[in-house]
């Protein structure tokens, strides 16, 4: 089992910057990559970001060009750094892992809300 636990959400303005955080524990030897979603009300889940056990990432969407995904192996999380947020970033976050075998592990999400 994996446990996959987010953190960071809050409120920011529009134009401004926000880190979240997963923190990944159990058995996390079987795990080949963590990504980063979202969901936004009404909305079905996102998917924003990967990055792979060798630290390679990929980018979808929204992500593209004003987040970064990242991970500090020391600490077993993996950070989605966000920048220029808009209104239509308002969403749960939620962080993913999944295996070579397509399992799949969820954190519970952290919400972030921007606005004015």
């Known amino acids: 089992q994996v446990q996959l636990v987010e953190s960071g959400g809050g409120l920011v303005q529009p134009g401004g910057s926000l880190r979240v955080s997963c923190v990944v524990s159990g058995n996390i030897y079987d795990l080949i990559g963590l990504r980063w979603y979202r969901q936004a009300p009404g909305k079905q889940r996102e998917w924003l970001a990967t990055?792979?056990?060798?630290?390679?990432?990929a980018y979808v969407g929204a992500a593209k060009g004003r987040f970064t995904i990242s991970r500090d192996n020391a600490k077993n999380t993996v950070y989605l750094q966000m920048t220029s947020l808009k209104p239509e970033d308002t969403a749960v976050y939620y962080c993913?892992?999944?295996?070579?075998?397509?399992?799949?592990?969820w954190g519970q999400g952290t919400q972030v809300a921007v606005s004015s």
């Open positions: 993913n892992a999944y295996t070579r075998s397509d399992r799949v592990y």
């Open positions: 990055v792979t056990r060798d630290g390679s990432t």
